[in-house]
C-alpha cells in the first residue's frame, strides 16, 4: 500500500512512548535528553509573573477615546517591553474555547490508524500530524505530538472527530477578528492609520495556521521539553491551554514562568511583526517546559500576511532623513515560512537572517 510511506515519520509519537514509559521505566530514551548539565536546566523565575501585562481588548474599540488611547499606549508597551501579553475581555467564549481544547484532545486519543497521514517533506501540506517539530533535521526529539492545519485563507480540517470542523471552523474565526483588532491597535501605536498594516500585508488573505500541541506527561521533565526556544512565524500567535502551564517566555534575559490568568489568552508578538515595525516590536523568545503528572494540551494559532505579501519594514517608519534606516531585507512571507518549517527549531536564527548586518 503506496499511502502507508507517507506516515510522519519512523519515531513513535510521544504519547506511546510515554505510555510505555510509564509501565516499564522512568528513564527517557537520550534522543529526547536536551540537558545534560543540570545547572542548564528548564527553570525559570516565578516572581516576575506579576509583571507579565494584561491586556484588556474590549477597550481597544471603546467608544471613549480617551480609553481607547489609553489601551492602545498600553498594547505598545507591552509589545515592546516584554512581546507577550494575556488578554481579557477578548470576545472569545470560555465554552468555545474549552471545546477547541476538549476536540483536540478527542483527536489525539484516535487510533493511529484514525488520524490523517502526510508527505513530511511538504511543510505547506494543509493537514499535517506528527510528533517533535522536525524529526528529519533535529537530533534531539521534543516531547511533544502535534496536529497542524491551515485554516485560512483556504479552511482545511480532519474527518474526525466528527465535530471537529465545526468548532474549529468558529474558534478560528473568532481569533481571526481578536487578531484584526490587535493589528488595529498596533497600527495605531505604530503612527499610522487604523487600517494601513492590514492593507499593507494583506491581511484580508491573512495565512492562519492551526496547531494543536499535545505534551504527555514525562518522567524526567527536567531533561526534556515540549518545545525548544524560538521565535515564531507570522505577527501575533494566539494560545489557549488546557489549564495546565507550560510556556516559558524570555524576559531580559531570563526565563520566565507564564501562568495564565483562567479564561485569558496568551498572545506572543512574532517575526514579521518584528520585521514590519522595523525592529519596534521584537518577536519573543519562548519555550515549552513538560512536567510529570499531567498532559498538557496547548493550541497555538500564526496569525500572518498572506502567503505571497513581500514583508518589509514599513516605509513610513524608515525614513533615512530621521536617521532610521531599513533594518530587515524584504522577504516574501511564503519563503520565509518554508525554510523556518523545513528547518530545526533554532531561536531566531530564521529572523537573523532577513536582518541588514551592522543595522
Ligand atoms: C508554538 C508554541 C508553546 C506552548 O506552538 O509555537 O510556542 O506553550 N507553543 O505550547
Ligand atoms: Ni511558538
Known amino acids: 500500500m503506496a499511502s502507508s510511506n507517507l506516515k510522519p515519520s519512523s519515531l513513535i509519537c510521544i504519547k506511546k512512548?510515554?505510555?510505555?514509559?510509564?509501565?516499564?521505566?522512568?528513564?527517557?530514551?537520550?534522543?529526547?535528553?536536551?540537558?545534560?548539565?543540570?545547572?542548564?536546566?528548564?527553570?525559570?523565575?516565578?516572581?516576575?509573573q506579576d509583571s507579565i501585562p494584561t491586556i484588556d481588548i474590549s477597550l481597544l474599540t471603546s467608544?471613549?477615546?480617551?480609553?481607547?488611547?489609553?489601551?492602545?499606549?498600553?498594547?505598545?508597551?507591552?509589545?515592546q517591553e516584554w512581546g507577550f501579553f494575556m488578554a481579557v475581555n477578548h470576545g472569545i467564549a470560555e465554552e468555545l474555547m474549552?471545546?477547541?481544547?476538549?476536540?483536540?484532545?478527542?483527536?489525539?486519543?484516535?487510533?493511529?490508524?484514525?488520524k490523517p497521514e502526510f508527505d513530511p517533506k511538504n511543510v505547506l501540506e494543509p493537514i499535517r500530524y506528527g510528533t517533535s517539530f522536525n524529526t528529519a533535521r533535529e537530533?534531539?526529539?521534543?516531547?511533544?505530538?502535534?496536529?497542524?492545519?491551515?485554516?485560512?485563507?483556504?479552511?482545511?480540517?480532519?474527518?474526525?472527530?466528527?465535530?471537529?470542523?465545526?468548532?474549529?471552523?468558529?474558534?478560528c474565526a473568532r481569533t481571526r477578528a481578536l487578531v484584526g483588532k490587535l493589528v488595529k491597535g498596533v497600527s495605531q501605536s505604530l503612527g499610522l492609520d487604523d487600517g494601513e498594516m492590514e492593507e499593507a500585508l494583506d491581511l484580508a488573505s491573512s495565512?492562519?495556521?492551526?496547531?494543536?500541541?499535545?505534551?504527555?506527561?514525562?518522567?524526567?521533565?527536567e531533561l526534556a521539553l515540549g518545545m525548544t526556544p524560538h521565535s515564531d512565524h507570522g505577527l501575533f500567535t494566539i494560545l489557549i491551554q488546557n489549564g495546565v502551564g507550560g510556556l516559558q517566555i524570555q524576559h531580559d534575559g531570563v526565563w520566565v514562568n507564564v501562568n495564565a490568568i483562567p479564561g485569558s489568552i496568551l498572545v506572543n508578538t512574532a517575526d514579521h511583526l518584528e520585521i514590519f515595525s522595523n525592529g519596534k516590536y521584537k518577536s519573543v523568545l519562548h519555550r515549552a517546559v513538560v512536567n510529570s503528572g499531567r498532559t498538557r494540551i496547548s493550541i497555538a494559532i500564526a496569525n500572518s500576511p498572506s502567503l505571497d505579501t513581500v514583508v518589509a519594514p514599513c516605509p513610513k517608519l524608515v525614513q533615512t532623513e530621521l536617521g532610521c534606516a531599513p533594518a530587515y531585507v524584504p522577504m516574501k512571507y511564503k519563503e520565509y515560512l518554508l525554510s523556518q518549517q523545513s528547518s530545526k527549531l533554532d531561536g531566531k536564527a530564521r529572523l537573523q537572517q532577513v536582518k541588514v548586518l551592522g543595522g
Open 98 to 114: 474549552q471545546k477547541m481544547i476538549e476536540i483536540s484532545e478527542e483527536f489525539f486519543n484516535l487510533g493511529e490508524e484514525e
Open 17 to 48: 512512548l510515554s505510555e510505555s514509559l510509564n509501565l516499564t521505566s522512568n528513564i527517557i530514551p537520550s534522543n529526547y535528553v536536551h540537558f545534560e548539565n543540570p545547572t542548564e536546566s528548564t527553570t525559570a523565575v516565578d516572581d516576575l
Open 207 to 221: 495565512f492562519q495556521l492551526f496547531s494543536a500541541n499535545f505534551y504527555p506527561p514525562c518522567p524526567q521533565p
Open 139 to 171: 537530533k534531539v526529539h521534543c516531547w511533544k505530538d502535534f496536529l497542524k492545519l491551515v485554516v485560512h485563507p483556504h479552511f482545511h480540517s480532519p474527518q474526525k472527530p466528527q465535530a471537529f470542523r465545526d468548532v474549529l471552523s468558529e474558534y
Open 63 to 79: 467608544d471613549d477615546p480617551d480609553q481607547r488611547s489609553k489601551a492602545i499606549q498600553d498594547l505598545d508597551k507591552a509589545c
